[in-house]
C-alpha cells in the first residue's frame, strides 16, 4: 500500500463510516448498553482485499488506521475509547 492509497483510507474513517464499521464487523458484541470491538478487529475490516505488507510496513499502516480509527471514535457522541493503546 502506498501512502496516497494509506492517506486516503486513513481519512475515509469519518464517525459514520466508523459507526457502520462497529456495527457490521465480525467479532463485535453487546456489552451492556454498548456494541464493543477489538481496534484489530476494525483495522482487518479496513484492509479487507488490500495489501498492507508484512512487519514493519504492516505496523506502519496498522497504527496509521488506528489514529484515524481513534479520530473518528472521538468525534462520535457518547462513544467510549479504551484506555488502552
Known sequence: ???PEL????ASVTPERLRQLVLDTPGSFQLKKRIVI???ALVKEL???REAGEGLQY?????????AIRQAAAACPGAVQSRKT
Open 1 to 3: 500500500m502506498t501512502e
Open 7 to 10: 492517506e486516503e483510507l486513513a
Open 38 to 40: 477489538t481496534a484489530e
Open 47 to 49: 484492509l479487507r482485499g
Open 59 to 67: 505496523q506502519h499502516v496498522a497504527s496509521r488506521l488506528l489514529r
